[in-house]
């Protein structure tokens, strides 16, 4: 999905500084095509076109902000907040706290997740009880191009995700496995 991750799950890892990439992805349900950048060591920024292959609209433009609060240790993991689609329509919009742990040759993903992260929701949003504004969740898929800050970590549920990567060190390859409970 562009950001440093699984397949289309978000780690908590982060690209070396200054890093550009391109990718794209052609999926049995969804197509894109995304721009990513390590603007510094703790934020990642991906401005990608996402859509639907039988989808009559074409393509949404989303963009996608995750930010390290802090990196992993011999006893803690790595840490990692993120928007997607903050200045988009919304029908790509989740949000996410997510953790990363190295084990030897293995790196286990974990992570809580709101709206598309959270289609399989199986909790009550934890936010809700900060305040029950965060118990609504607006699906305005309109034009998109402001700050949908109405969004972010809101919705009933809150639904988790993770994965795990292994890389063999012997050999140029990475095996990954992940849980998404995005439903397309």
Do not use: C, H
């Amino acid at each position: 999905f562009g950001v440093v991750g699984l397949i289309d799950i978000p780690t908590a890892r982060m690209s070396q500084d200054g890093t550009l990439t391109t990718t794209t992805a052609v999926q049995s349900r969804t197509k894109s095509i995304a721009i990513t950048y390590q603007a510094t060591p703790w934020l990642e920024g991906t401005f990608r076109y996402t859509g639907f292959k039988q989808a009559t609209y074409g393509y949404d433009r989303n963009y996608e902000v995750k930010v390290r609060l802090w990196e992993e240790n011999d006893y803690f993991p790595q840490v990692a907040v993120g928007i997607r689609d903050i200045v988009g329509t919304g029908l790509w919009g989740s949000e996410y706290v997510v953790a990363s742990k190295q084990f030897g040759d293995f790196d286990l993903t974990m992570g809580m997740g709101w709206g598309r992260l959270a289609d399989k929701g199986v909790i009550k949003n934890p936010l809700t009880y900060l305040s029950e504004t965060f118990a609504t969740r607006k699906n305005n898929f309109g034009r998109g191009g402001t700050l949908s800050t109405g969004l972010f970590f809101s919705g009933e549920k809150a639904g988790f995700f993770g994965g795990l990567n292994y890389a063999p060190p012997s050999l140029p390859l990475s095996f990954m496995l992940e849980y998404n409970p995005d439903q397309y």
